[in-house]
Structures are given as C-alpha cells and as structure tokens.
Nanobody, 121 residues
C-alpha cells in the first residue's frame, strides 16, 4: 500500500509562485511513476504533470508547460511541483498521483487527499 500526502497549497496573487510537495510512504517510492492532477468543483480531474521513475522523462499539460516544473527526490520519497507565473485559472484542488506499472496497460494507482491552490487576480 502507498500513502501520499500533499502540502504547499495556499492563496497567491496572479503572477506569483507556489511549490507543492507530495510525501510518499509505504512501498518503495523509486518503483512508481508520479504525477500531479487538478480538479475544480463540478469538473473532471485533469492531468497537470508527470515524471518517470528515474526522472528521465517529464510530461506536462499544454496549459502549464513552461510555467510548472515537476521533480522528484527518491532519497526523500517526495515529488514536487514548482508553479510559477500562476494564473487565476490555475485555481483548483491539486492531487498527487502515484502509479506502479505492471505492464503498459495495467497499473496500480494511488491518490493523495488534495491541496487547495487559489490564485487571486
């Protein structure tokens, strides 16, 4: 079992920055790919960013590319999301996601409880 706990959310003005953290416990952190998703009330959860097991590959939604950076520290069992140049439309609950792949089409997935990010205009 994997437990994920996010932190770092809060209120920030447009143009500002926040850094989200997700601390993992349980199964070996270095064995699972990590990602961030976000969700607004009444909307579907959407992909934000992802990072591979060894940090060799990162992926971003077009809406956050060049503004957000995902990184991980396997020694500290933590994944980060550095968010710069924040916009009001980035306001959402942000969720940490951990995925352990068994094959290209089969995986176990874990979610954190979410952390609120609010960007004021």
């Amino acid at each position: 079992q994997v437990q994920l706990v996010e932190s770092g959310g809060g209120l920030v003005q447009a143009g500002g920055s926040l850094r989200l953290s997700c601390a993992a416990s349980g199964r070996a952190f270095s064995t699972y790919a990590m990602g961030w998703f976000r969700q607004a009330p009444g909307k579907e959860r959407e992909f934000v960013a992802a990072i591979s097991i060894n940090s060799g590959n990162t992926y971003y939604a077009d809406s956050v590319k060049d503004r957000f950076t995902i990184s991980r520290d396997n020694a500290k069992n933590t994944v980060f999301l550095q968010m710069n140049s924040l916009k009001p439309e980035d306001t959402d609950v942000y969720y940490c996601n951990g995925r352990i792949y068994h094959s290209a089409t089969s995986w176990d997935e874990y979610w954190g409880q979410g952390t609120q990010v609010t960007v004021s205009s």
